[in-house]
């Protein structure tokens, strides 16, 4: 007698349960640093977008600006550090300009600003031109040492400049 017997069956589902999964742990729960990203090729999302009506310009005057020293001839000019008006304007009701350029005025036009509307005298602008004309100087002078070092190292190496050694110190622990 024959008997037929069948092949074992090949599993084609899981058959142990599946792994333990707490509420708290799967993405809906977890902050939004920690999600994965999801990634949505080809899918169109809305785009954010944020509109501002108006538009708040501050308005400071000018005075002596020692910061910004110019570098032809004449007293810098800057803006004081408080503003003297604020002006609000509707963005649809200003004129569409273009992006302008700083204006640059020559020395003359500096120094009669600073008398106009900085409010000094003649003789403290005079003061204020001699100050930038220091300024100057000490930069010309401080550029021509760069390029005297930059000279003498192309010229003597940078293995032989030596630097300045430092004294020796001695510490000693646990002694005094």
Not at 5 to 27: G, Q, R
Not at 161 to 169: D, E, F, I, N, S
Request: hydrophobic content about 35%; overall charge positive.
């Amino acid at each position: 007698m024959t008997s037929v017997t069948s092949s074992p069956a090949i599993p084609t589902e899981w058959k142990f349960p599946p792994p333990m999964t707490l509420a708290w742990k799967s993405p809906d729960f977890m902050p939004l640093m920690t999600r994965r990203p999801v990634f949505t090729f080809g899918v169109s999302k809305s785009k954010k977008r944020v509109r501002f009506d108006t538009v708040t310009t501050y308005v400071f005057p000018l005075t002596y600006g020692g910061s910004a020293i110019p570098r032809d001839q004449g007293p810098p000019i800057g803006l004081t550090q408080t503003h003297t008006r604020e002006e609000c304007q509707q963005i649809a009701e200003m004129p569409m300009t273009r992006r302008g350029r700083v204006r640059k005025f020559d020395h003359v036009d500096r120094m009669l600003l600073l008398q106009e509307a900085g409010g000094f005298t003649q003789k403290e602008v005079a003061c204020m031109c001699f100050d930038a004309i220091a300024i100057r100087r000490s930069r010309e002078e401080t550029l021509a040492e760069d390029d005297n070092e930059e000279a003498k190292v192309k010229v003597l190496g940078i293995q032989n400049l030596r630097m300045a050694k430092r004294p020796k110190t001695e510490f000693k622990i646990g002694h005094q």
